[in-house]
T-cell receptor
Framework: DAGITQSPRYKITETGRQVTLMCHQTWSHSYMFWYRQDLGHGLRLIYYSAAADITDKGEVPDGYVVSRSKTENFPLTLESATRSQTSVYFC???????????FGSGTQLSVL | GEDVEQSLFLSVREGDSSVINCTYTDSSSTYLYWYKQEPGAGLQLLTYIFSNMDMKQDQRLTVLLNKKDKHLSLRIADTQTGDSAIYFCAESTTSGTYKYIFGTGTRLKVLA
């Protein structure tokens, strides 16, 4: 099906472990984004990508790594998970970087 | 840094109008948006306005922009229980440093 999909939907991990959240879109949108959603903070931008092999930091990039070898995929890796990274993570894509963002359903991550 | 601020909660009676407010700090913002998030889902764009506009109407939704005060509002006429959700204000710009920033979100509760 066309759209933007995130996996897994739920993830529980332990502090210090590496975790990768996946994001895949079928529209060939140039821009892709990772946001985290926390109570009282709304959505905060972690990283974004304007095209394959082009990534840039957002507001809260520390502790996260991204890559974009293909236009349709934009995985987010937590290199050594910490409890402060417990959050709901949303991937989004956009054709032009402004205008409408299309969001995935989110990944709820718990770091114990 | 740039901020987008919203009040956290709003409660209205079914059939009344709802007004959700947002203030932003960056005068270079090109687009301003309203997104809706229902429980367990990603965000969906409701409407957006260009920074050179004062008002935009779309069925039950009216967006007002006061650029001088950097104030954006969303009015929902004849509010229904299905409008209960979290509403996010967002701004984006491509002039200078690229950004697409969301506010903290306003939780709207519609009472039957």
């Amino acid at each position: 099906d066309a759209g933007i999909t995130q996996s897994p939907r739920y993830k529980i991990t332990e502090t210090g472990r590496q975790v990768t959240l996946m994001c895949h879109q079928t529209w060939s949108h140039s821009y892709m984004f990772w946001y985290r959603q926390d109570l009282g903070h709304g959505l905060r931008l972690i990283y974004y990508s304007a095209a394959a092999d082009i990534t840039d930091k957002g507001e809260v990039p520390d502790g996260y790594v991204v890559s974009r070898s293909k236009t349709e995929n934009f995985p987010l890796t937590l290199e050594s998970a910490t409890r402060s990274q417990t959050s709901v993570y949303f991937c989004a894509s956009s054709e032009r970087g402004v205008g409408k963002l299309f969001f995935g359903s989110g990944t709820q991550l718990s770091v114990l | 840094g740039e901020d987008v601020e919203q009040s956290l909660f709003l409660s209205v009676r079914e059939g009344d109008s709802s007004v959700i407010n947002c203030t932003y700090t960056d005068s270079s913002s090109t687009y301003l948006y309203w997104y809706k998030q229902e429980p367990g889902a990603g965000l969906q764009l409701l409407t957006y306005i260009f920074s050179n506009m004062d008002m935009k109407q779309d069925q039950r939704l009216t967006v007002l922009l006061n650029k001088k005060d950097k104030h954006l509002s969303l009015r929902i006429a004849d509010t229904q229980t299905g409008d209960s959700a979290i509403y996010f204000c967002a701004e984006s710009t491509t002039s200078g440093t690229y950004k697409y920033i969301f506010g903290t979100g306003t939780r709207l509760k519609v009472l039957a």
